[in-house]
């Protein structure tokens, strides 16, 4: 899982958030209802470069990726988990200073 070692664990983000003087810091997590795509869709939505673990490997290699899948046989819809539809969501408040003062 390479997202997994590209990120902090959720404690240290939590503590990080505080420690920038973030309130109220929680997670939680969502879940969706997954989509269903053609095989063009599909290959539309990743032509956009979605998912930050593309930036990992060069543009030849997504280049020659995307071509395979594209040439490959066609199996129907595509049952689709997408990123935010399964995911971890971090929020919390950090208070504003009064107008006029920075």
């Known amino acids: 899982m390479a997202e997994l070692q590209r990120f902090p664990s959720l404690p240290a983000l939590e503590k ?12 939680r997590f969502l879940k969706g209802v997954p989509g269903y795509l053609s095989r063009e869709q599909y ?8 998912i930050s673990t593309f930036e990992l490997i060069s543009d030849e290699e997504f280049a020659g990726g995307l071509q395979r899948f594209k040439a490959a ?4 819809m595509i049952e689709q988990f997408f990123v935010y539809h399964s995911c971890f969501m971090v929020s919390g408040s950090k208070p504003h200073a009064p107008l006029g003062r920075e």
Do not use: M, N
């Open 16 to 27: 990080k958030l505080e420690e920038a003087g973030f309130r109220g810091v929680r997670s």
């Open 43 to 50: 290959a539309e939505w990743i032509a956009t470069k979605p």
């Open 73 to 76: 046989p066609d199996a129907g």
